[in-house]
């Protein structure tokens, strides 16, 4: 038997968030989709509205692992907020800067002895997607020589990160690999994932 993934309904919800009004839609599209019989269990993130909303139901909920994991990873993020932040300013400034980043490509070019290869963007983050801040990190480390190098030729106001901070960045990516690895992995929808996560959880905890 096949996985499927369908989207049955998605609609502007205009009423208050509660509980009670929550169930009482949930129970309308499944009544409308004749499927009232059949939903045994529900996934969602962990709003406490949302996980009573399914209980009124009277339906098994199961909290979304990728959720729990972002949430857990987000507020481990916090001890290095000065390095996301100053890493931050400097991916927006080349963002911003046409001419700030068309100097950053002809270094990058410069420095790779493959001719034919092309210079990388840096990447920016999104405040609620945790895994994108480690490709922003991971993206900024591996351009960090023709980086280093543009802002020092522009004499941009960019604040450059210090060597210490550099090294934070780089065990902080060794750290979030991992994470990164399993949000991947439970993110799936043509594979079963509910199994799997004891056993991620346990290789989680060894490995930290």
């Known amino acids: 038997m096949d996985i499927c993934h369908l989207l049955i309904r998605m609609f502007c919800f205009d009423q208050r968030h509660t509980s009670q009004n929550l169930c009482e839609e949930l129970q309308r599209v499944t009544t409308k989709w004749d ?4 939903v045994h269990a529900v996934t969602t993130d962990n709003a406490a509205n ?27 993020l916090k001890e290095i907020e000065n390095i996301r932040r100053k890493v ?11 001419q700030a980043n068309a ?12 001719s034919d290869s092309i210079p990388l963007k840096l990447k920016n983050d ?41 090294t934070a960045l780089e065990e902080s990516c ?11 992995e439970m993110s799936a929808e043509k594979t079963v994932t509910l199994s799997k996560v004891i056993n991620i959880v346990r290789g989680l905890v060894s490995f930290t």
Request: hydrophobic share 40%.
């Open 35 to 38: 499927i009232s019989q059949k």
């Open 50 to 76: 949302v996980v009573n909303s399914v209980k009124l139901a009277g339906l098994s909920h199961i909290p979304c692992f990728a959720h729990t994991l972002n949430l857990v990873v987000q507020s481990s």
């Open 88 to 98: 931050k300013s400097t991916v927006e400034h080349f963002h911003r800067s046409t």
């Open 103 to 114: 100097k950053f490509f002809t270094i990058q070019k410069q420095m790779n002895s493959d």
């Open 126 to 166: 999104v405040v609620t997607r945790w895994n994108s801040t480690f490709y922003m990190f991971e993206r900024i480390i591996k351009l960090k020589e023709p980086l280093t190098a543009t802002i020092g030729l522009l004499h941009s106001p960019v604040e450059l990160l210090l060597p210490l901070e550099w």
């Open 174 to 184: 060794k750290i979030l690999k991992p994470f990164e690895q399993v949000t991947s």
